[in-house]
């Protein structure tokens, strides 16, 4: 058996605090293999990499996701008693609500509420003299997601709701008072979706029958039981923070367009085939996650290296998307290539990998591709604009990763009012 290749520094916590998004590939190419093993947090982690490693880790029978996100993480981005850190029967039991949530139907639903509300926005745009593209993108996906899901939302409070929402994920790996902020608005948000949820059992509120909201507060786990109203709440949550979290590639979307003016002119006249190479290389090219993790069940060995019970490991999630032996050109932004991609779910990685039903491979994915869309389409078609003098350098430090300003335009003129 060959031994896991070990990096030599004591621990590593910092070093990947620093580069998130890179740490993993530029030790695998420093050791010349998809493996090797830190620590993180003085705990020992095993790091991989690359399609195969993609196949291993999603296999349900060697590794668990119970317990294995750290408490910050916890109590920020995903909050507890969710779906991520599931298992076996109740995780696949709790994923089909999910699944039931994200048919053609409703995501078409979902896509044109979003396409309305994105054109009343950028009319709004016009008569602004700047617009900070990320934030106003977290409240287009904050009354989207809100109103499709059946969750009552007041003009007044989108500001609210949507600082809180944007939170979770723009500080959930923060130090400090970001950090504190996140843990505020979690649990500010619970307690608001925790009282749509016992409003709905009291039949005080009756949002429509295929809506979130309703499926949610009425969902009954393995044993019958009616979810408890804590755990309905993030769960709730865990339909809009994705959502909103889209914000990130959405200014993906405009950075591109931005950095690639031929694109943006074959996107004017585009089919719909166009639209989804462009955003699915977005989601190749730009950083979203860094990386997932787990841990293994029972001790196993895989490519002659031995994955001890109960260690941690992390699968690079952008490295593999950036892989050279998986993408011709990985640092090339090129969206013809998917239009011969075979669709390979251990490749195209960025919300995690294998089968969406089955495995933990994010449920929202198809979702974020539908979102994407449409904002690139008003970018596109439903207005000009122009990109002022800024910071448009993607920091790779921060999570997610978006230009340092942000993304800044002015001078936002509508194409087509009546669209």
Avoid at 9 to 26: E, N
Avoid at 244 to 266: D, F, G, K, N, T
Avoid at 274 to 288: G, N, S
Avoid at 316 to 343: A, I, K, M, Q, V
């Amino acid at each position: 058996m060959t031994q896991v290749p070990n990096n030599t520094f004591f621990d590593d916590t910092l070093a990947l605090a620093r580069d998130p998004y890179r740490f993993i590939s530029k030790q695998c190419e420093r050791h010349g293999s998809d493996v090797f093993q830190t620590r993180l947090l003085l705990q020992k982690v095993i790091c991989v990499r690359g399609d195969e490693a993609a196949r291993v880790f999603y296999d349900t029978s060697r590794f668990s996701r119970v317990g294995v996100a750290p408490s910050r993480i916890a109590k920020t981005l995903f909050g507890r008693g969710g779906v991520q850190g599931m298992d076996g029967k109740a995780h696949c039991h709790r994923k089909m609500m999910f699944m039931s949530l994200l048919t053609e139907d409703k995501i078409g639903g979902l896509t044109q509420l979003a396409r309305d509300i994105w054109n009343r926005r950028v009319l709004q745009w016009s008569s602004m003299d700047r617009v900070t593209l990320y934030r106003h993108a977290q409240e287009v996906l904050t009354e989207t997601v809100c109103r499709w899901a059946g969750v009552p939302l007041e003009p007044a409070d989108v500001d609210r709701r949507t600082s809180e929402l944007a939170a979770l994920f723009d500080y959930a790996g923060s130090i400090g008072p970001k950090h504190w902020w996140a843990r505020l608005a979690r649990k500010r948000n619970e307690a608001w979706l925790r009282g749509i949820v016992e409003k709905i059992r009291a039949g005080t509120y009756q949002p429509p029958e295929d809506t979130a909201a309703f499926i949610v507060a009425n969902h009954r786990d393995l044993d019958g039981n009616l979810l408890d109203a804590q755990i309905a709440a993030v769960e709730l949550n865990n339909i809009l923070r994705p959502t909103v979290a889209v914000s990130a590639y959405i200014v993906q979307c405009a950075h591109a367009l931005h950095e690639h003016r031929e694109i943006r002119e074959q996107l004017r006249d585009g089919s719909p085939d166009d639209f989804q190479c462009f955003v699915q290389e977005v989601r190749r090219y730009y950083p979203f996650f860094p990386f997932a993790g787990a841990k293994v069940k029972e001790s196993f060995e895989w490519q002659g290296y031995r994955f001890p019970s109960g260690r941690k490991v992390l699968l690079d999630l952008y490295g593999t998307n950036h892989d050279p032996r998986l993408w011709d050109e990985p640092e090339s932004f090129r969206p013809s290539r998917f239009r011969d991609w075979n669709g390979n779910p251990f490749t195209l990685i960025p919300q995690g990998g294998g089968d969406h039903y089955q495995n933990h491979r994010c449920p929202g994915e198809w979702i974020a591709i539908e979102q994407m869309k449409v904002a690139t389409e008003a970018f596109v078609n439903g207005c000009e604009y122009e990109v002022p003098a800024q910071n448009l350098r993607i920091d790779m430090d921060r999570l997610p990763a978006i230009p340092n300003d942000h993304f800044i335009i002015e001078s936002v003129r509508v194409i087509n009012e009546s669209k």
